[in-house]
């Protein structure tokens, strides 16, 4: 396939000579993460041009269309804090939020990666509070104010419920 293509970037349905070396592909990038790849194995894989998540283009690419979502999701609501189970076109943001926040905290995040997100105000600790904030600034953008009705949900969430919550605390 290298020898042919050029790269090691299979799809996960391709077969060769009859055989699912997409699936195979597939398997080696799970168990690499598991742990459970031999790394004599993994180092042939590395040495053949392999890489663990496929294309470095196109996992730039797929990430810069993920940060363009979330640029416009800031011009919309102010922030970079996609609330729990939030999708934009179809792409669910807040979950690649999240992925970048653990990849920050391993260290496993591109340099130029992060910094293309500090530069956005992305904050790296999205507290509870913070999360429902966002709900809340959410609300008021659609409805024009933070009157909060006691039994509003939103996204799931017990908006309404929190903000009475924080009334009482004052």
């Not at 894989?45 to 940060?67: H, I, P, R, V």
């Amino acid at each position: 396939f290298k020898t042919e293509k050029g790269h090691c970037d299979v799809r996960r349905n391709h077969t060769e000579q009859g055989r699912a070396l997409g699936n195979w592909v597939a398997t080696q990038r799970i168990e690499k993460r598991r742990g459970t790849l031999e790394q004599s194995r993994a180092d042939r894989l590395e040495q053949a041009g392999f890489l663990w998540n496929g294309t470095k283009a196109s996992s730039d690419k797929k990430w810069d269309a993920m940060f363009a979502l979330l640029l416009q999701f800031k011009t919309e609501k102010g922030h970079c804090n996609a609330p729990t189970n939030h999708v934009e076109q179809g792409r669910a943001l807040w979950k690649w939020v999240q992925t970048q926040r653990k990849e920050k905290r391993r260290g496993t995040l591109e340099q130029s990666r992060a910094g293309r997100l500090e530069q956005a105000d992305f904050q790296w600790k999205a507290s509870q509070w913070d999360a429902m904030f966002a709900l809340l600034l959410q609300f008021k953008t659609e409805k024009g104010h933070c009157n909060v009705p006691h039994r509003h949900t939103e996204q799931g969430r017990a908006l309404g419920n929190w903000v009475k919550t924080l009334r009482r605390k004052k």
